[in-house]
């Protein structure tokens, strides 16, 4: 009944998985990127069962990342259908998408160099292409529940890879599908984003996450990216002992080297990285940065030059 079209994307992750229910109402879980290749694989998809995307009744989004939301404004447009997705997801989609200004102006004060960061603009600006303009949604909450293949699926909202991210949990079967919250062989990247001026804390966020789904009893894990599969407390249980090596590396780089911003952090890590990795690896490195900053193991304050660094706790005063 839900059946997985890996859907193929420009990006480094490659295929993005599409579930569809050809049941009542006939559903959609993540689009695909905006790309020839995604639409066509999709038109394909849909005729070899006999159907059209025009039959499209729901499309339910995880989360508003180029290669799950990309062609939600396209399948509205040829379906009708409703487009579910989270408040959070929604404002990044439905409103101003050309708000990078926080984003930018952050990035600056953890140390990023201007020539990386004008790349990255560019990059943003290109990857816009890939999200067909989607003019409203339906919202979703923590909570809510949605008609999928017969079964009534609890949304539950789990930040952290996205702010506004969702999973849908039938608990009768154990069944979750989970976007980019859990991946089997991949660290979901606790993605930086803004509340205006405030950075959110994304790595803690996704660990909070991953502490509720531990409570659920999970039998089969439907993912964004990859193969279903079954072992989901071993792959959350990996998740959380990963973040905790990292966190401890970093905070013996700190020790080492402090001062340092969150960009030294990066290069003390990694070589040579394009402008979108640098940002994802920032990104990584802030969440641990947070990890410490809340256990009291470092301390984070402005150096001369204004950028944000951060010092063992024990050098602070
Ligand atoms: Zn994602
Ligand atoms: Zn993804």
Not at 215 to 232: C, D, E, Q, T, W
């Amino acid at each position: 009944m839900i059946e997985r079209l890996a859907v193929p994307t420009p990006f480094p992750v490659g295929k993005v998985n599409c579930y569809l229910v050809a049941a009542e109402p006939v559903t959609l879980i993540d689009c695909g990127a905006n790309t020839p290749e995604a639409r066509r694989q999709l038109i394909h998809e849909f005729s070899r069962r006999g159907m059209t995307v025009s039959d499209l009744e729901q499309i339910i989004i995880t989360h508003a990342h180029p290669d799950h939301v990309g062609l939600a404004g396209w399948l509205a447009e040829q379906s009708g259908a409703a487009v579910y997705m989270h408040r959070h997801e929604r404002d990044k989609i439905c409103g101003n998408l050309d708000n990078k200004e926080e984003l930018v102006a952050l990035l600056r004060q953890v140390g990023v160099p201007e020539d990386i960061i004008v790349g990255l603009e560019l990059y943003f600006e290109r990857d816009r292409k890939h999200i067909v303009p989607l003019p409203d949604c339906k919202e979703l909450e923590h909570g809510n529940k949605l008609s999928i293949a017969g079964k009534e699926f609890t949304v539950l909202h789990t930040p952290g890879h996205s702010r506004g991210h969702i999973c849908l949990y039938h608990e009768g079967e154990g069944i979750i599908f989970s976007g980019d919250t859990l991946l089997e062989h991949i660290s979901p990247n606790p993605v930086i984003e803004m509340d205006k001026q405030n950075r959110i804390p994304s790595l803690p966020c996704y660990l909070q996450s991953l502490t509720e789904l531990k409570k659920l009893s999970i039998v089969r894990v439907f993912p964004g990216h990859g193969s279903p599969f079954y072992n989901a407390a071993a792959v959350m249980d990996e998740l959380i002992k990963h973040h905790e090596k990292r966190k401890r590396q970093l905070a013996g780089i700190i020790e080492q080297c402090s001062p340092v911003t969150a960009y030294d952090l990066v290069q003390h890590l990694y070589q040579g990285l394009s402008e979108i990795n640098t940002f994802l690896a920032v990104s990584e490195v802030l969440g641990h940065v947070d990890l410490l900053l809340n256990e009291g193991q470092v301390t984070a304050r402005k150096d001369k030059q204004g950028l944000e660094v951060y010092v063992p706790r024990k050098k602070a005063s």
